[in-house]
């Protein structure tokens, strides 16, 4: 009997209108549109408006999308994942209510949280149900509000990050294709240098944690930034060497959006010529649990069934780590 692989076989994503321009935040911060493009690679990023919606509203508009796309009835969906930073709430797992609204009575659900590296640790997850064949359907939903955990008087971060979610749904492959390898690190040495210091359990929500600002995100930017160009290139390079893919090899580079610089030096290690790489930095900023299906999402018709794909990513904790996956369709 041929090994069951777990293959990644419709997305879908969802980012709001409401598009927050380089030109708009230099109307806030001290800052100019030419720092944050040559500096990070951004022109503007989406954010959620209105009152009472949280990172569950761009979750579910994502699922609908996918559901819609693939024609596919909820009901059949037996595992929902919410890979956030950004939950609707500190308890209640958002992607409960998630599956309740998009119709998915039938699933159970849950949230996974590695900062930037949700999406591709929620990968591993989602995939390893699939292998073990105790499910046949579940759905990995990256999501994040960012706006809701930003400063806007910090020019460090706020320029940064935006809003978005994208969900990909993962189902069994008898042909080999899906998920191949991973390489999965974290590294509590980071946990000072990307962080929202209150409303966790060390430090609850007080008068005084919002005074001083402490549930807004933090981040030591250059520290952050020579970690993550060194631990993305280091493991996509891994994944590569592990399982002999040449530059040839690979088709696509699914890296995750943080910053240009980064996406460049990851794939310069990894020998990939511009073409390869997958980029809409430009257009979301960092959305966090969202980059990664939201590049899928955004190149799908470009994917070819068999197509080699290397994501890699970097997030707070430190978290990081690299997946091989054989994309499995044609759209
Ligand atoms: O997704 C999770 C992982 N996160 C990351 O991977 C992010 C990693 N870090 C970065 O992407 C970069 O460090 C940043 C984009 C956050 C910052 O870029 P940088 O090239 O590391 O800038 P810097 O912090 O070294 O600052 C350089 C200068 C400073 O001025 P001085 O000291 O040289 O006079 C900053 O004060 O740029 C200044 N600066 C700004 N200037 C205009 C910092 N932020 C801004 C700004 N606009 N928004």
């Known amino acids: 009997m041929s090994k069951i692989t777990a293959a990644i076989t419709a997305v879908g994503s969802y980012v709001p209108d409401f598009v927050m321009t380089n030109k708009i935040l230099e109307t ?3 800052t100019n549109d030419e720092w944050i493009t040559t500096r990070t690679g951004i022109k503007e990023r989406r954010i959620l408006k209105g009152e009472g919606l949280g990172t569950s509203y761009l979750a579910i508009k994502a699922a609908e999308q996918l559901l819609e796309k693939q024609k596919l009835d909820p009901k059949e969906i037996e595992l929902i994942i919410v890979a956030t930073a950004t939950p609707d709430m500190m308890v209640a797992a958002t992607a409960a209510y998630v599956a309740s609204e998009i119709g998915a009575t039938n699933a159970f659900a849950y949230d996974l949280q590695a900062a ?10 989602a995939a390893s149900y699939i292998e073990s064949g105790r499910y046949k359907k579940v759905l990995l939903i990256g999501a994040d509000k960012m706006s809701s955990i930003i400063d806007y008087t910090d020019r460090t971060t706020c320029i940064i990050f935006g809003d978005g979610a994208g969900a990909a749904l993962f189902e069994p492959n008898n042909e080999g294709l899906g998920l191949q390898d991973e390489y999965l690190r974290s590294d509590g040495v980071g946990r000072n240098f990307l962080k929202m210091d209150a409303g966790g359990s060390l430090l609850p929500a007080s008068e005084e944690t919002v005074k001083n600002r402490q549930h807004f995100i933090y981040q030591d930017g250059k520290s952050v930034f020579k970690f993550a160009v060194t631990n993305m290139a280091d493991s996509a390079a891994k994944i590569m060497e592990r399982n002999n893919l040449s530059h040839e090899d690979v088709d696509w580079l699914v890296p995750h959006q943080a910053n240009k610089r980064i996406i460049d030096a990851t794939s310069n ?6 073409s390869k790489v997958m980029m809409n930095i430009q257009r979301y900023g960092n959305t966090t649990s969202a980059t990664l299906p939201l ?6 018709r470009q ?3 068999g197509d080699n794909l290397v994501f890699a ?3 707070g904790g430190f978290t990081w780590g690299s997946i091989y996956l054989k994309w499995a369709y044609n759209s």
Do not use: P, Q
């Open 313 to 315: 990513a970097f997030g």
């Open 269 to 274: 290690r990894m020998g990939l010529e511009d």
């Open 303 to 305: 994917l070819k069934k």
């Open 295 to 300: 590049l899928l999402s955004d190149y799908e």
């Open 28 to 30: 806030l911060v001290d």
């Open 116 to 125: 930037c590296s949700s999406f591709l640790y929620g990968m591993s997850t």
